[in-house]
């Protein structure tokens, strides 16, 4: 069964950092275009950043891009979401989905052009 699983969501201060694991088990993440979103209660899950297979490059959001970015771990077949300098309006859950191919889609920030979605996890910026 090809499965997600995102971790290491919690409380962080404003100004601090977290970082967010994306676990995948049935399939390998470095053969798929992979995506991270956020959701805020009442609205669609927004496209933070992209990275397609077999590559380093990434895309990202305006208000992510320098604060955030992309790790990648082959071997644990994890990627990650290292959070730094977070802001109030990084509040939401945090979503890893698996894109339909190896390339980032277009456009990347569309939630429907990935097939595979993990259950979430919650991060809060708050004092």
């Known amino acids: 069964q090809e499965q997600l699983v995102e971790s290491g969501g919690g409380l962080v201060q404003p100004g601090g950092s977290l970082r967010l694991s994306c676990s995948a088990s049935?399939?390998?993440?470095?053969?798929?275009?992979i995506g991270w979103f956020r959701q805020v209660p009442g609205k669609e899950r927004d496209g933070l950043s992209c990275?397609?297979?077999?590559?380093?490059?990434?895309y990202y959001a305006d208000d992510v891009k320098g604060r955030f970015t992309f790790p990648r771990d082959n071997a644990q077949n994890t990627i990650y979401l290292q959070l730094n300098n977070v802001k109030p309006g990084d509040t939401g859950v945090y979503y890893c989905?698996?894109?339909?191919?190896?390339?980032?889609?277009?456009?990347?920030?569309?939630?429907?052009?990935?097939?595979?979605w993990g259950q979430g996890t919650q991060v809060t910026v708050s004092e």
């Open positions: 049935g399939f390998f993440l470095s053969e798929y275009a």
């Open positions: 990275m397609a297979a077999g590559t380093v490059r990434s």
């Open positions: 989905g698996r894109a339909y191919g190896s390339g980032c889609p277009a456009p990347w920030q569309s939630q429907r052009w990935y097939d595979h």
